[in-house]
């Protein structure tokens, strides 16, 4: 985002996070699972966007691929498949939802008191990221991190398969 | 330039709800999208903190990036279980129908 134009990255910013919390709000009290996963699509695009305001293009493009994309599409796929959904609303909320909110007000107290002791040193920021200096990071310095990490999609592939695949008799 | 920290306090927030409907919602298909939804105010944070703090700067994109592979795994593999226990008959697949380790 160009800083000629302060004011207008201000008002992306505002509108891609009213987005991202809005609809991450509508996901959570949707009663109907397939808009559950659509309010989740459009809650991921909006991190697309904010991924892409930060300089990080590359990972915004990948996010609207595989979390917008894939993860989505399936989602909606075991949703229609299991048809879960409208029916009885009350039986797929957990009972302790007082202890719950408690221990997300406990959690978030501790997550912004350890993220504003970062904010000093959030005053400078870098060049943004272009992808070469991505794809020399993964060959070279993170190699082996790299090839484990196709070896985990291989597994969970073959494990997916083996799940999802009908029980022979 | 946009301040870091509103980025920082944006991922929280959206990560606190989703850790929220984790905690509170019992269908599993709901459990699984609220992960996701945690792990891409993870990667926001990642990506914010490589931009500002990173040695080198690209790290944060990096670490997003195998984030989002075990993601990814991660929803398939769920997914998976998640018809495997459908297909046992139970209707709305809850985290209480995963009980076959109780004794």
Not at chain 1, 128 to 139: D, G, M, N, S
Not at chain 2, 30 to 39: A, D, F
Request: proline share 3%; aromatic share 10%.
């Amino acid at each position: 985002m160009p800083d000629s134009v302060p004011g207008g990255a201000y008002v992306v910013f505002f509108l891609l996070a009213a987005g991202a919390v809005g609809f991450s709000l509508a996901m959570l009290f949707s009663r109907n699972f397939v808009h559950s996963a659509a309010y989740l699509a459009a809650a991921l695009l909006a991190f697309a966007g904010l991924n892409a305001l930060l300089g990080a293009t590359f990972l915004a493009m990948l996010q609207v691929f595989i979390y917008a994309g894939a993860v989505t599409v399936v989602v909606v796929f075991v949703v229609m498949m299991t048809r879960v959904g409208v029916a009885d609303w009350r039986a797929l909320l957990q009972p302790q939802s007082k202890l719950a909110a408690a221990v997300v007000v406990v959690f978030g107290i501790g997550l912004l008191n350890a993220l504003a002791g970062f904010v000093p040193a959030l005053a400078s920021p870098k060049a943004p990221v272009t992808t070469r200096t991505i794809a020399e990071l993964l060959l070279k310095e993170y190699a082996a991190p790299f090839e484990i990490s196709s070896l985990i999609l291989l597994a969970a592939l073959i494990g997916a398969i083996y799940l999802a695949k009908e029980a022979r008799q | 330039m946009i301040p870091a920290s509103w980025f920082l306090a944006l991922g929280a927030i959206v990560f606190l709800i989703a850790l929220f409907g984790f905690l509170t919602r019992r269908s599993l298909i709901q459990s699984l999208m609220c992960l996701e939804l945690m792990l891409s105010s993870v990667n926001l944070t990642f990506v914010t903190f490589g931009r500002t703090v990173g040695d080198p700067a690209a790290s944060g994109v990096t670490f997003a990036l195998f984030a989002m592979v075990v993601g990814a795994a991660e929803i398939g593999v769920g997914l998976a279980l998640v018809l495997v226990f459908f297909r046992e008959g139970h209707a709305n697949v809850t985290s209480d129908d995963l009980d076959i380790l109780k004794g």
